[in-house]
């Protein structure tokens, strides 16, 4: 279907002049309203008002513009209907072909601090949805654009099809448009809800939660070959994240290598200095933090060189030579690095130095801060999901309350402030032990806080004298800090509120210990 009329009605302008020229010079007759015909004028492109269009006025300060018979008839008559074609004779309806048409700048409008529900109302689009749908649905005849980056697309078609556009594209725009109007009222009915409870004083989350993920890729499989998988993005993600991140090098990713990545990078973000956490089925067998990123996944990995075979490795600085020459090591295995940014040099170090280099996964995810603190945790569960907010806070570790006869040496308390860090990423139950800013035993993921000492203290054997511990969440008897006493742990940081907290603290008092709260906890189920 030749394209001779089109509606060109845009609030983001970009690129909106030349797409109007390329159609007249095709002799397309272009109708437009309000700013839009006045940018098109002031760039030399012919346009007819809309009002010359269907014989009505603009009115009531342009929020009736485009409602009117004639351009919806315009739009949704089919053409090869001859009783459709009648009624357009005898109303002095002309076929409307394209609609170019994007919305209101709501988002913008409501991102503005102290923005006012009278400014935000006024921003809500009706005119334009309801063309951009009329053309949708009569998408066998109409071909309608919403995303200014498509107007390359639809011209390039017309040239190559004599004016026309083809079947496949004008259903796939279509299909576009309803997703783009779904989203658009999606967002206005949750910030209108989130208006009213803040009027009625109410917090917390929000009583219908909207959510929009675009699918960026098909993976290989699930947790297990048998189940089918798939990434999903945020449409606005804004933070560095490893379902963002730009891979550089290597085999397809898996399912379970996200998750990995994901947990790497979320621990490596939460250290100031140069750190490496090297996981295993999204737990930390190894992290440390030291004067270099080498030397630091140099520590990380001798923590528990055993379980580091087949890891992901987070790093919180961009990959140089020398970290690349240590992960390339011979006896070690890697089967992702995640990091901000990769040196070229790196990059050929790690994809051809070592036996692996031809399938390690390289992940450039950007700059890490700053961290998004609109974003949420969400969890599936059979059913439905759960909501949070991410646990993003350590403020804690500026506010460490020593309840112990003894106080921890500056030696300990730095480690105690390095262990507590790596805890919130271990899953619970979880006792981290730690030399100064490495771990030397992780024990994760243990039905009793006694079995997650026991597990932390086996992996740290001889190491754990005179080192320190964290305890995700208190401990409910002493036995879990006795245990960690006899293996030689000398401090303890945990966030204490437990019934038994005067035993366990009379406990470590017995045993020379230092022992701090936090009072915070961070569970990690």
């Not at 690129?15 to 010079?25: E, N, T």
């Not at 437009?32 to 004028?41: D, I």
């Not at 067998?285 to 520590?299: Q, R, S, V």
């Not at 993003?392 to 308390?413: F, N, W």
Request: net charge neutral.
């Amino acid at each position: 279907m030749k394209i001779r009329r089109a509606i060109v009605s845009v609030s983001e302008k970009m690129g909106v002049a030349d797409f109007a020229k390329a159609l007249v010079s095709m002799g397309v007759e272009v109708l437009s309203t309000g700013g839009t015909a006045k940018l098109l004028r002031a760039n030399g492109v012919p346009v007819r008002p809309i009002e010359d269009f269907t014989g009505f006025p603009e009115m009531l300060d342009g929020r009736v513009k485009t409602l009117h018979p004639k351009v919806h008839g315009g739009l949704l008559n089919i053409r090869d209907n001859p009783e459709h074609a009648r009624q357009k004779r005898e109303h002095g309806i002309e076929d409307i072909d394209l609609v170019a048409v994007n919305l209101y700048p709501f988002e913008a409008t409501v991102a503005r601090p102290g923005v006012t529900l009278e400014e935000a109302i006024e921003n809500i689009d009706i005119g334009g949805p309801t063309m951009l749908r009329s053309a949708a649905k009569n998408w066998k005849y109409v071909t309608v654009v919403v995303d200014c980056g498509d107007y390359a697309r639809v011209i390039e078609e017309m040239h190559r099809l004599g004016g026309a556009t083809s079947d496949e594209l004008r259903f796939e725009l279509a299909r576009k448009v309803f997703a783009h109007t779904a989203r658009y009222d999606s967002m206005i009915a949750s910030w209108l809800e989130e208006h009213e409870a803040r009027a009625r004083g109410e917090e917390g989350a929000p009583r219908v939660l909207r959510l929009e993920l675009r699918k960026v890729a098909d993976l290989r499989y699930g947790e297990n070959p048998h189940q089918s998988a798939a990434l999903y993005l945020h449409r606005h993600a804004i933070e560095a994240s490893a379902a963002a991140a730009k891979q550089l090098a290597g085999k397809e990713l898996s399912f379970n290598n996200l998750l990995d990545a994901t947990a790497a990078l979320e621990l490596v973000k939460d250290l100031s200095g140069p750190a490496a956490a090297i996981i295993k089925h999204t737990n930390p067998c190894g992290a440390a933090e030291a004067e270099t990123l080498a030397a630091a996944y140099h520590a990380a990995y001798e923590a528990d060189p055993v379980s580091a075979f087949g890891s992901v490795v987070g790093l919180n600085r961009r990959v140089d030579a020398p970290t690349a020459e240590e992960l390339a090591h011979p006896d070690r295995f890697v089967e992702v690095v995640i990091a901000p940014a990769f040196d070229d040099e790196a990059v050929r170090i790690l994809t051809t130095k070592p036996k692996w280099g031809k399938n390690v996964r390289l992940l450039a995810a950007g700059e890490l801060a700053p961290r998004d603190r609109s974003e949420f945790d969400f969890r599936a569960i059979t059913g439905g999901f759960l909501r949070q907010d991410r646990d993003l806070g350590l403020a804690e570790l500026d506010s460490l309350k020593t309840v112990t006869a003894r106080a921890p040496s500056p030696e300990e308390l730095t480690g105690l402030r390095f262990a507590w860090v790596v805890a919130k990423h271990v899953k619970s139950n979880a006792i981290v032990i730690a030399k100064g800013r490495t771990t030397v035993g992780v024990g994760a993921g243990q039905m009793s806080r006694v079995d997650a000492a026991f597990c932390a203290a086996r992996k740290a054997g001889d190491r754990a004298k005179g080192a320190v511990a964290a305890s995700d969440a208190f401990f409910p008897f002493p036995d879990g800090l006795e245990l960690l006493a006899d293996s030689g742990v000398s401090a303890v940081v945990q966030p204490g509120g437990a019934k038994n907290d005067a035993a366990v603290i009379a406990a470590a008092d017995r045993r020379g210990m230092a022992m701090v709260f936090t009072g915070v906890r961070h569970f990690r189920h």
